[in-house]
């Protein structure tokens, strides 16, 4: 019998946490899985894919896994189409909550490598989900290198102490996040342009 849904995300939180140095092959890899996913996935759910996190922006030391936003126009159609699409292609998918355990929800896809590591993170929202406004935090961090290297060194610092503790982690991160965030919408609504991708 196959594990439970709260054993598999008992396992995923365990996982293993490990901060490496930037990989300047890390927007290639994003540019591979957005065209098999451009491939694979029916055109008419799927809008724009965006590479996002720690991995799209040069020099900042990062978890080794590409995070991918993808824009999907029904996420009903999501689960049910697209979900056993990339399931059967080996991916692990999860409906997941975009903050803590409260809805919205959201399709959440893990792919690993063949030693089982991680290697993406896709997640498919809809076009009004809160979490475009990653992309603010993305663009400024790639505007100012001396804030990512603050959010290196908050990653690093943390990942230390909750190793293999993803939720802590990741909830430890949130205030500075969500502070870096409001100041790059803030930035950017001032008619301050984004970095070129």
Not at 5 to 10: G, T
Not at 100 to 108: K, R
Not at 171 to 185: D, F, P
Request: proline fraction near 6%; aromatic fraction near 12%.
């Amino acid at each position: 019998m196959g594990k439970s849904l709260q054993e598999r995300i008992e396992e995923l939180v365990r996982e293993e946490i490990s901060i490496v140095l930037y990989d300047p092959h890390w927007p290639a890899l994003f540019e591979q899985e957005s065209s098999f996913l451009r491939r694979k996935l029916l055109e008419q759910l799927v809008r724009r894919i965006e590479h996002f996190g720690s991995t799209a922006v040069p020099g900042l030391a990062a978890k080794p896994v590409i995070d991918i936003l993808v824009e999907v126009t029904d996420l009903e159609e999501t689960k049910k189409i697209i979900a056993p699409l990339l399931e059967a292609e080996g991916y692990e998918y999860f409906w997941r909550p975009s903050v803590g355990d409260q809805p919205p929800y959201y399709a959440w896809f893990i792919k690993r490598n063949a030693d089982g590591k991680r290697t993406h993170h896709i997640h498919m929202v809809e076009a009004n989900s809160a979490l475009w406004d990653m992309l603010y935090f993305r663009d400024y961090l790639r505007l100012f290198p001396d804030e990512a290297h603050r959010y290196e060194q908050l990653k690093r610092s943390l990942s230390e102490l909750y190793s293999h503790d993803r939720a802590t982690y990741t909830n430890e991160k949130t205030q500075y996040i969500t502070s870096i965030t409001k100041k790059a919408e803030e930035y950017f609504a001032k008619g301050n342009s984004p970095p070129v991708s």
